[in-house]
Each structure stands twice: as C-alpha cells, then as structure tokens.
C-alpha cells in the first residue's frame, strides 16, 4: 500500500525552501527533489503561512508594548500633577497657619494669594484642579 503524499524530512524541506527562496521554479525542484509539484507548493505555502504568523506576533508584541508605555507615561503624569497639587495645598496651608501670627502678614497675605493664582490658572488648564480651594 503506498503513501500518497510521501514524507519529506525536514532537511528536504529546508532545502526547498531555501532553493524556492533563491528563484528556482516549482517545477525544477519537483524534478530535482522526485517530489510532486503539489507538494512542493504546499511546503512554500506553510512557509509562508508561518511567517506571516511571525510578522502578526511580532507586531501585536510591539502594540502591546507601545500600550504599556502609554499607560505609563499617563500614570506617571498623573502621579506629578496629584505630587503637585499636595505640595501647592501643603503651601497654602503652612501660609494660612503663619498668617495669624506673623509681623509680616502682608507678605505672606501676598504670596498666599500668589500660589492660589498660580494653582487655579495652571490646573484649570489642566482639568486638575480639584479639591485644593473647595
């Protein structure tokens, strides 16, 4: 009982490959390797099909990687601004209590509404101010 489609070992595959690869025609390595052409193109087709399948995972590990960086940079930005929204509030807070018992209130009056300015002009910019003047 014979085969019909004879085993090709891997190295004959390679070698197709390889010779496809390099310009040779279907038909010449069908008389070179004493294969049916048929088997032949099925071997170039899984080649292809498995590069392909290369290129695809290769890509969707990049746009994997370029999302992760996103959300990154996205967390690491909003992690500043909460940074300096604390900073600016602790600020605020340190004014108001010194305020009280200070010889130069208008100074620090002045500087108090200075860093409030400059909070509400930059974080209203931003989307991020929030809780500090509420």
């Given at each position: 009982?014979?085969?019909?489609?004879?085993?090709?070992?891997?190295?004959?595959?390679?070698?197709?490959?390889?010779?496809?690869?390099?310009?040779?025609?279907?038909?010449?390595?069908s008389r070179d390797f004493d294969l049916n052409e048929d088997i032949i193109e099925q071997i170039w087709w899984e080649r292809?099909?498995?590069k392909q399948k290369i290129r695809r995972a290769k890509a969707a590990k990049r746009?994997?990687?370029?999302?992760?960086?996103?959300e990154l940079e996205k967390e690491n930005t909003e992690v500043t601004a909460s940074?300096?929204?604390?900073?600016?509030?602790?600020?605020?807070?340190?004014?108001?209590?010194?305020?009280?018992d200070c010889e130069r209130r208008e100074?620090?009056?002045s500087a108090l509404y200075s860093v409030k300015k400059d909070l509400q002009?930059?974080?209203?910019?931003?989307?991020?101010f929030s809780k500090v003047f509420t």
């Open positions: 009982m014979e085969n019909e489609e004879p085993i090709v070992r891997l190295c004959t595959k390679l070698d197709i490959i390889q010779s496809l690869e390099d310009g040779q025609t279907v038909r010449e390595l292809r099909k498995t746009k994997k990687k370029i999302k992760r960086r996103e940074i300096e929204d604390y900073e600016c509030f602790e600020t605020i807070q340190f004014l108001e209590k010194n305020l009280m100074d620090l009056l002009e930059n974080k209203i910019k931003e989307g991020l």
